[in-house]
Structures are given as structure tokens and as C-alpha cells.
């Protein structure tokens, strides 16, 4: 008999996001604010998307000096919709600028956000965002000079980043795909960093409270696999922290073994908790006191000897909780005396 077919829309994977098709140059977008912008040749093509060189919009081309690029998808696509979520929270130039004045900087390596929304052709629509024009990126600048980079450069490199991170950070978000090819150098001056691409950008903490951590399939490979952690998927606790963090109840048993452990090291004279120190008689005392007598619980070990504090840190925990560390079968005979 011949295979039964499959039944359409069975045995599949998830459908796969549209490529946005190339407009001609002088295309004009009009963002929701209705400033319009006019589209110059394209420069580049991310998973889904075109880049182009963009300017505001006049009787004049675009030419290559232009300072704005345009990033265009279907409008059906997740990650533009996902970047421009934090692009109008976290990356408005006034907001920036703000920042920096407020931190005595220079400059701040995050792209400015300076319009988007929404464009039709051909019966079809697509999502755009305008930003800055940048040049190449650091990976590439990686490659050509020998897969090496000068120690001072790493430094300044990650303390530009450290600043790109504290700002993200403090507006709610995570980057969630650092590497070197999301790291592009300005246009203008060489000398400056940015960090780009926010398509996987999670807002962790919105109005300052932090979202509970869960697991989502849909997400277990979201990033780029040759820098993703290898327990991320796997290992990462309900708070988001990692399985060190997970509390653990100690066993009775372990209890004891850690008192003996305290015990020992007050003996070797490093300080742990303030008691009185007795005289050994005062151990003797101990074991012959009735268990309402306050003397039958020293209030400091400092001086204690090691021995006898090792036969109360080596009883069993019913000996430890009736009788505060001597068992109760000794005190009888030594009573009758």
C-alpha cells in the first residue's frame, strides 16, 4: 500500500516569517507622528528584514551621505515589533540625552529611536523604524585585524558596553543577544560603540516589578548558540536565579555535624558567637544540673576544651533537643550520688 499522505498542516514545523520585499529608491514612509522620510538604496539584510539609507523627506535623493537608516519588515513579524517596544520606552534622544547630561558623558552607545509605523504596497503591509546610520561592525573589524585586539582596546571597549548595559538595565530591559556583530561603530567617528538589535530584548522588570521567571519553549533558542549559556534552558530556578540559589532543607543530622563544626573552630579562636567561657568543671556542672537550671547551658564555647565539645557535637539529635546537648541516661546515676 502505497504512504497515506499527511493530512495538510500535520508534521510540519512553525510557519516561516516572510522576507520583506526591496523597495525603489524615493520610496516615501510617513511615520505615526506623519513626518515623512524618503528611502535610498538599500545597505543590508538582517533575518527578516532591509536596511536602507534613509532621510528626511525633500525634492532632493538620498545620497550615500545619508545619516539615517530605515529597517522595514512585514508587519506580521515579531522581532521589529519586539525592538520597537523598546525603542519607544528606552532609546527616545531626549530621554538619551537626559541620561548623559545627568552622568557627565560624552556619548552612550544605544541607537536613538527617531520614528516608525506602518507602510503599504501592493495590497501588502510592512513595519519600519528610522534610526541612526552606523558603520561596520566589530566582528568584521575582528577579522581583519587578526582575530586580535589590543588589551587597551578590550578595556575601553568594556566600559563603553558597562554603560550601554547600566542604561538598558535601569529602563527594564535586557539585551539578550550581546556579540560582536551587534556591536557597530559609528558612522561619523570610529572611536564610538553601539549596541544594536533589540529584537530579543525582554523587559524583565516593568514599572520596577520584576517578572516571575518561566520557561518558554517558543524561546529555548532564541540568541546565537555560540554564546548562549549551556544550563540556561535547563537550570535556571523559578526566580531566575541558578540551581546554587535553590534553597535546600538541612537534614537534623547535618545540623549536628555543622554544630561541631562551630564548635571546633571557636576552640581554634576565630570569633562566632558570643558566650561565656566555662571551666571544666563547669562541662562537669553541665551534665549533673537539672535541665531548668541555667547553668546547664554555657553562654560562651571561646574557651571550652575541644573534647567535650566534640561528644555534644556527636550526639543525636533527640539527646540535642531534650536535653541541650548531654544526653539524659548520664545525668541519672551521677544525681544518685
Known amino acids: 500500500m502505497p504512504p497515506k499522505a499527511q493530512a495538510a498542516g500535520k508534521g510540519r514545523g512553525p510557519a516561516k516569517r516572510k522576507l520583506a520585499e526591496e523597495f525603489p529608491p524615493g ?6 507622528s506623519k513626518k515623512s522620510w524618503k528611502l535610498g538604496a538599500p545597505i543590508g539584510q538582517g533575518g527578516f528584514g532591509l536596511l536602507y539609507l534613509a532621510n528626511e523627506n525633500s525634492s532632493k535623493t538620498v545620497g550615500a551621505d545619508a545619516p539615517y537608516v530605515i529597517k522595514v519588515e512585514p508587519s506580521d513579524n515579531g522581532p ?3 525592538e520597537l517596544k523598546f525603542y519607544m520606552r528606552a532609546a527616545k534622544p531626549d530621554l538619551i540625552q537626559s541620561w548623559m547630561t545627568s552622568h557627565k558623558m560624552k556619548y552612550l552607545g544605544v541607537p536613538k529611536y527617531w520614528g516608525s509605523g506602518l507602510h503599504e504596497k501592493g495590497g ?3 513595519r519600519f523604524m528610522v534610526m541612526d546610520r552606523f558603520g561596520t561592525d566589530l566582528q568584521k573589524k575582528f577579522e581583519e585585524t587578526g582575530r586580535r585586539f589590543p588589551r587597551k582596546l578590550v578595556l575601553q571597549l568594556g566600559l563603553r558596553l558597562l554603560d550601554i548595559l547600566e542604561y538598558i538595565h535601569e529602563h527594564e530591559y535586557v539585551h539578550a543577544d550581546i556579540k560582536a556583530s551587534n556591536l557597530l561603530l559609528s558612522h561619523n567617528n570610529p572611536n564610538q560603540v553601539y549596541l544594536v538589535d533589540y529584537g530579543l530584548a525582554y523587559r524583565y522588570a516593568p514599572e520596577g516589578v520584576l517578572k516571575e521567571y518561566k520557561e518558554d519553549p517558543k524561546r529555548c533558542h532564541d540568541g546565537t548558540i555560540e554564546f548562549t549559556s549551556i544550563d540556561f534552558s535547563s ?3 523559578s ?4 540551581p546554587s540559589s535553590s534553597a535546600k532543607k538541612t537534614s537534623k543530622r547535618k545540623k549536628v555535624v555543622d554544630y ?3 564548635s571546633d573552630d571557636e576552640v581554634d579562636g576565630s570569633p562566632a558567637k558570643k558566650r561565656k567561657s566555662p571551666k571544666k568543671k563547669g ?3 553541665m551534665k549533673t544540673a537539672s535541665p531548668k537550671k541555667k ?4 553562654k560562651n564555647t571561646a574557651a571550652r576544651p575541644k573534647k567535650a565539645l566534640v561528644e555534644m557535637g556527636t550526639q543525636t539529635t533527640p539527646g540535642l533537643k531534650r536535653g541541650r546537648g548531654r544526653p539524659k541516661k548520664k545525668a541519672e546515676p551521677v544525681d544518685s550520688e
Open 235 to 237: 537550570a535556571v530556578s
Open 283 to 285: 562541662v562537669k556542672e
Open 80 to 82: 521589529l515589533f519586539s
Open 239 to 242: 526566580n531566575g536565579a541558578g
Open 295 to 298: 547553668v546547664a547551658t554555657p
Open 260 to 262: 561541631k563544626e562551630e
Open 124 to 126: 501588502k503591509r510592512y
Open 27 to 32: 520610496e516615501v514612509l510617513t511615520d505615526t
